[in-house]
């Protein structure tokens, strides 16, 4: 008995605790986060089966950007004219391994107001091509705006950006005239 509580067993004994304990709670943490996933992968399904909207109707126009999780991952469309000047990168993307940025345009919908469109993936050794001319009609995924959590690039708060860290819509707002979904 005398040998289990010399220093080096008992420092070995602790450390072995302490490592079981973590790795105890590791696995209840990785079992949290497959909850969260499953939980997100069935939002997902439910709401891409919804039958597709006009942005319109399944978004009130004055909810702002905040609140509106219950409208991610639901399909939407939306008729207007693509606006070349108001369009954004949104830097540090990839794509199957390819650098490059996510371009952005804003729509013009009838009533004045836009909704930023995510045209999708260009390399960063290539430019975007232009958006359509005339009137469009999109469909695709309502997604909410990215906020910036903890650490990472800021973008200046003021001035126009061609280019955007994340596609957070309250800073595209600041430099864009229309009221953006």
Same mark, same amino acid.
């Given at each position: 008995?005398?040998v289990?509580?010399? /220093?080096?067993?008992l ?11 973590l790795f105890v709670? $590791?696995?209840?943490w990785?079992?949290?986060?497959l909850? =969260? ?17 006009p ?5 009130d ?7 509106? =999780?219950?409208?991610v991952?639901?399909?939407?469309s ?8 108001? =369009?954004?990168?949104?830097r ?5 391994g390819?650098? &490059?940025?996510?371009?952005?345009? /804003?729509?013009? $919908? %009838?009533? &004045? ?18 958006? /359509?001319?005339?009137?469009? =009609?999109?469909? &695709?995924? $309502?997604?909410a ?11 200046p708060?003021t001035g126009?950006l /061609? %280019?955007?860290?994340?596609?957070? $819509? &309250?800073r595209?707002? %600041?430099?864009?005239?229309?009221d953006?979904?």
């Open positions: 008995m005398r289990l509580l010399r /220093p080096r067993w420092v070995g004994t602790i450390i072995a605790v302490v490592v079981v304990v709670s $590791l696995g209840f990785q079992l949290r986060r909850d =969260e996933k499953r939980d997100r992968n069935a939002a997902i399904e439910q709401r891409s089966s919804l039958p597709v909207q942005v319109d109707e399944v978004v126009a004055g909810t702002g950007f905040g609140g509106v =999780e219950d409208l991952y639901r399909r939407a939306a008729t207007g004219r693509y606006d070349g000047d108001g =369009e954004v990168r949104i540090s993307r990839s794509f199957e390819r650098p &490059g940025v996510h371009v952005v345009t /804003p729509l013009r $919908l %009838e009533d &004045g107001s836009a909704l930023a469109v995510n045209r999708g993936f260009v390399p960063l050794s290539t430019d975007a091509p232009a958006p /359509p001319s005339g009137e469009v =009609e999109v469909t &695709g995924l $309502l997604f705006t990215q906020e910036r959590r903890g650490i990472g690039p800021q973008d708060g126009v /061609p %280019e955007l860290s994340r596609l957070d $819509l &309250g595209l707002q %600041e430099q864009y005239d229309a953006l979904y």
